[in-house]
């Protein structure tokens, strides 16, 4: 099962933008982290982040607020960040101790947008920061070459110099991604519906030459020769059957099951990435 879709990439490398665009294109939900630093300029509370206090963070760490836990979490010049547990596919927008809480987590995949040091540096000039916050920017840079050494990466773009390309890289990922998801929840699916723990047992199956008078086996047939085991196709579906002298099952209880099975898997096969 695919739990979530984990981002990362050190400040300027343009992972935020290409998340958004792959948002607005997929059926797919960020999952939006908590922190307890001041927004930037142009930052919407619940959109971008969730900004709390540092008392609120602490009591979300030690599960005093109902609702509320954390799947990973990590500080930064005395900032707190922090993603919540979901129960569906989420993507996750993570700095480089945040991703080290995933390493042996199953159901991930992680993508990794690196990106020249001194584009970085410009790009971070230009949002405003100071020559002190850009050198802590700096280190941390360096430190996301060590990632590479120690998760293995299902995804690794440069995106020093052309965003546009990058984006296309991402969404053709997330193509395949959506494919491969709707076939193993089809592969699941037949594997649930006919696996079985004893050999196979063939009197779940209507003898279809009983139906026409034609099997000559009879009792030693290894088919069913009970109709009433079997939903009545002309009662359910076209809702013109014989009624009484129908054979068949008028049970809904003998559809409900399949149906639930079916709506399911539909769901799934739709939607890869809920």
């Known amino acids: 099962m695919l739990n979530g879709i984990i981002f990362t990439g050190p400040s300027g490398s ?44 602490l009591d979300i760490i030690n599960n005093k607020i109902n609702g509320l836990e954390l799947e990973e979490y990590t500080k930064f010049n005395d900032t707190f960040y922090g993603s919540l547990k979901h129960d569906s596919c989420k993507i996750y927008d993570l700095e480089f101790e945040g991703v080290k809480h995933f390493i042996n987590k199953k159901g991930f995949i992680f993508i990794y947008i690196k990106i020249d040091k001194k584009i970085v540096i410009n790009r971070l000039r230009k949002r405003g920061m100071n020559e002190i916050e850009i050198s802590k920017r700096c280190a941390m840079h360096d430190k996301f070459d060590e990632l590479n050494k120690i998760i293995k990466f299902d995804l690794i773009i440069d995106n020093s110099y052309d965003l546009n390309n990058s984006i296309k890289i991402v969404e053709n990922f997330f193509n395949k991604i959506g494919l491969f998801v709707k076939i193993s929840y089809i592969f699941f699916f ?50 013109n059957c014989r009624r009484k002298q129908c054979m068949f099952s008028h049970d809904p209880s003998t559809l409900d099951k399949l149906d639930e099975e079916i709506e399911e898997v539909e769901t799934k096969i739709e939607s890869p990435f809920i």
Do not use: W
Request: hydrophobic share 35%; glycine share 4%; net charge positive.
């Open 190 to 239: 037949l594997f649930r519906r006919f696996k079985r723990k004893k050999p196979f047992n063939y009197r779940t199956l209507l003898c279809k030459f009983y139906l026409v008078n034609a099997c000559t086996k009879g009792d030693e047939c290894c088919y069913s020769h009970n109709l009433n085991e079997f939903p009545c196709k002309a009662f359910f579906i076209r809702n």
């Open 14 to 57: 343009g992972k935020t933008t290409i998340i958004k665009h792959i948002i607005n294109t997929f059926d797919i939900q960020l999952s939006i982290s908590y922190t307890t630093r001041t927004p930037r300029k142009g930052e919407i509370d619940g959109v971008d982040y969730f900004f709390i206090n540092k008392n609120m963070f």
